[in-house]
């Protein structure tokens, strides 16, 4: 839909410069050479048609191994994320479950004090919100929470992982994902026809945001949690003022 404009201005441009080359106007003649305006006509006629050219083979080329990725708007990214980590400080996760949970777990321990550290020399540290239960189950529930993420208005959600969480020896050890390695490519128009389009002709600036993750516990009424001092932790209802 967005090549149909300049298509369109330049098949408008072709017209408009057939119907001028039919008129009838004086040629100056000169012994040997092509006159002026027939050299004009070659040259511009030539640029034209090397647009049209260069515009079919864009459209027509395939693009093999190419994920499309649907235009998100920033902003609302923004505001959706600040909305859910508000909800989750209030202990309202539930009715955000279909949209923003990524994983799930739950993990038997009857202490009565967890160990909690990060793992690997680069963690991304996300935001641990841990709600405490009513009643001593002998249950730690964990549930992994991420909102929209985007690369130039582009939506790239769907290769952000969970973290990797290990439950060993009465200590609760949270890693990252495995690293993957992602090749983004954004098509623009070219130059000649950014003349038509009014796009910009120096190209344009990146920029990303990274979404709102959270790790979402809910832990045993009377359990501690020890040697967080490198974790993001929060409690539900902390700092919340009424």
Sequence with gaps: ???????????????SFAGLTSRKRKRVHRTG???????????????????????VISIVLPVKGMTT???????ELVQEGTSFYDAAKAGDTAKFDSKYLSKEWKFD?????????SYGDNFYNIT???????QNDGVIEASFYKTG???????????????QLRLMD???IISNSPKNK???????????????TGGSAFGHESNSSEGTSILYMKIPKNLTLNDTDNINLEYVGEGIED
């Design 149 to 163: 993420a985007d690369l130039n208005g582009l939506d790239i959600s769907k290769f952000v992982h969970p973290p």
């Design 33 to 55: 050479n092509i006159s002026y305006s027939s050299r004009v006509r070659l040259i511009f006629g030539g640029y034209l048609a090397v647009l049209i050219i260069c515009m």
């Design 1 to 15: 839909m967005t090549l149909i404009f300049p298509i369109l201005i330049l098949l408008l441009i072709l017209g």
């Design 170 to 172: 009465g200590e609760l």
């Design 182 to 196: 992602l090749k983004f490519a954004q098509f623009e128009n070219p130059f000649p026809l950014k003349q038509f």
């Design 128 to 134: 641990v919100i841990v709600e405490r239960k009513d």
């Design 109 to 117: 321990f009857q202490g009565r004090q967890l160990k909690m550290r």
């Design 69 to 75: 990725l649907q235009k998100v708007n920033n902003d």
